[in-house]
């Protein structure tokens, strides 16, 4: 051992050994954990010790504490964490004005330094997706350090890179203690599978509601009276038609009748009466047949008028027929009565 490392490791063994002059106004409990961590040490448990040393700088910061601090774990061979405290430490005595401290912790500071492991995390510019987040363990990498040899403490690290919509990547190296540069790649994460979209359910098929069927609605009752007072007038008047015709052929006959007896069968009368007779007769034989044939048509009218006044539109009713027969015309009524 060289006399200047001798003389610094016995510098360093009297701050970090000696008592530390510690102000009234420092809590109850950083100093317990400090003392905590001074008889953990002691006894070689640096698990305990090490963070009882950091508990404390985190309630009351202090020189002292942060060279305990480093002293620790350079002993549990956690050579970024001590060259860290060491650095804290020189910062702390400097701002209480104690020169030997802060001197004391840089030298240590700078012997740590190469026998360093570092790790670099790479992030290549086709990588950084956004909102990015790459951690180590469970620190935050900012991107300002991607790419930078940082230094880390030797053993097991892991390493996880995420991003919104994208699949989460990790990896777990082993790293030395001392003396080791690492370079990890974080590549391109791969993007999440996107959902199938939702397949499009057909409603089904509208069931047609039948309107519903307006009631039928009756045609208005009638009794057919009008009708029937119509039917018995026409009656009426075929029935007086048909007896006048009957009364003038009759007449037309017995005047006939006369004149054959008078004019016998000659066509020519010597007796002027028993000519106009036979004309008289022939006059009357017209209108005889003039009666028959309207009260024939009146009768029949009527009949017609009468029945179907008894009978609901679209039911069966009556027709009027007129069949020639050998002795003339005939009207005949048939249907449904």
Known sequence: ???LRFAAGTCLSVLVLAPAARADTKSARAEELFEEGRRAMATGDFATACPKFAESLAIEPA?????????????????ASAWAAFRSA??????????????AAGKNATRLESKLSHLTLSVAASAQ???????????????PEWGAAVPRDGGGHDIQATAPGRKTWRTHVELKASGQNLTVEVPLLEAEPQPAPPVAIAPPPATAVP??????????????KTQKIVAYSVGAFGIVAVGFGAFAGLHAKSVYDQALRECGNSTVCASSDAHSERGSAGTWATASTIGFVAGGAALATGVI???????APGSAGSALAIAPTPDGARVSLGGAF
């Open 63 to 79: 020189a002292g504490t942060a060279l305990n601090e480093a002293v620790c774990y350079e002993k549990a061979e956690k050579l």
């Open 129 to 143: 997706v956004p909102g990015l987040e790459v951690r180590c363990d469970d620190d935050v990498v900012r991107a």
């Open 1 to 3: 051992m060289t006399p």
């Open 305 to 311: 008028l009468y029945f179907t006044a008894h009978h």
């Open 90 to 103: 020189e910062g702390f005595a400097q701002a209480a004005n104690e020169p030997a401290r802060a001197r």
């Open 211 to 224: 309107s519903p069927t307006p009631p039928e609605v009756p045609p208005p009752s009638s009794d057919g």
